[in-house]
Nanobody, 124 residues
Framework: VQLQASGGGLVQAGGSLRLSCAASGRTFNRCNMAWFRQAPGKEREIVAA????????YYEDSVKGRFTISRDNDKKTVYLQMNSLRPEDTAVYYC??????????????????WGQGTQVTVSS
């Protein structure tokens, strides 16, 4: 699976952005997907994850209620809708995928496929 992330940009605090991650290959529908981010000088962290069917999702505490992860398996695309953005959300955002069975965990496991990253900058 190859992943291409897009949708980043510069936005003022309180604004919104929607990130997209388009996948190529025939195994997307068997992949759990996630968004990670890495801010300057910080370690990469998981932001949100979604199961292959879309029935389960996970959010890091600081984004709960503000970010929404979703997927369209027909379009082989995963999205991250980001609302009420804060300066501390500034980071490079990466999408990631991992082939999984229906009951596989979506967090706390290594992801195998990675996109190239898209910069999100939130000004105060």
């Amino acid at each position: 699976v190859q992943l291409q992330a897009s949708g980043g940009g510069l936005v003022q605090a309180g604004g919104s952005l929607r990130l997209s991650c388009a996948a190529s290959g025939r195994t997307f529908n068997r992949c759990n997907m996630a968004w990670f981010r890495q801010a300057p000088g910080k370690e990469r962290e998981i932001v949100a994850a979604i199961s292959r069917s879309g029935s389960r999702s996970y959010y890091e505490d600081s984004v709960k209620g503000r970010f929404t992860i979703s997927r369209d398996n027909d379009k082989k695309t995963v999205y991250l809708q980001m609302n009420s953005l804060r300066p501390e959300d500034t980071a490079v955002y990466y999408c990631a995928g991992k082939e999984a069975i229906l009951t596989s965990p979506i967090v706390g496991i290594p992801y195998d496929y990675w996109g190239q990253g898209t910069q999100v900058t939130v000004s105060s």
